[in-house]
């Protein structure tokens, strides 16, 4: 089942990770799951969907991502390989990235960060969007709020020397 798990900013729910929506059992796209999993991102009012998935993994799942063009949700793509952390030549577009994702928190406007699973990958760019609102113990307060977040000591890491 679909949930977002939110990370508190200022007692607001405005930052949240999950898994893949429309993700089912068996580790593929399910159009009536994904209309479901819709309602809840719907009924949450996010703005923005921002997915770490490379085309590798869409493909496997057997998504396209034209689908999101028919909803009034932005929807950024900065993928990222799986247990993986962003690479050296994409620091600009990271930056970049979190910088969007601040700007729509600032203005209260909900932001969903989604990998395949909601954990590694989510997690580390939602400690990242909190280094960067000024929050300490950035990797700690995604832990206390997502089961399993930050996965990989390569992770962990990427997010402690972040600037």
């Known amino acids: 089942m679909f949930s977002i798990s939110w990370i508190p900013i200022e007692k607001k729910n405005l930052l949240g990770v999950s898994q893949f929506p ?6 593929f796209f399910d159009l009536t799951l994904f209309a479901k999993d819709l309602e809840i991102i719907n009924k949450q009012k996010i703005k923005l969907i921002v997915s770490l998935l490379p085309d590798i993994e869409l493909n496997k799942l ?3 991502d034209f689908i999101w063009s028919k909803e009034e949700i932005e929807y950024i793509k900065f993928p990222i390989d799986d247990f993986g952390v962003p690479s050296n030549n994409k620091f600009d577009e990271l930056k ?3 910088s969007t994702i601040k700007k729509n928190l600032i203005l209260s406007n909900p932001v969903l960060i989604h990998c395949n699973g909601g954990k590694g990958r989510s997690g580390m760019i939602a400690a990242l969007v909190l280094k960067a609102m000024k929050e300490k113990d950035t990797i700690k307060k995604v ?3 997502v089961v399993g977040a930050i996965e990989t000591e390569e992770q962990e890491t990427f997010v402690e020397n972040w600037i």
């Open 22 to 27: 429309g993700k089912n059992l068996n580790n």
């Open 62 to 64: 057997g998504f396209d």
């Open 143 to 145: 832990r206390e709020n």
């Open 96 to 98: 970049e990235l979190i």
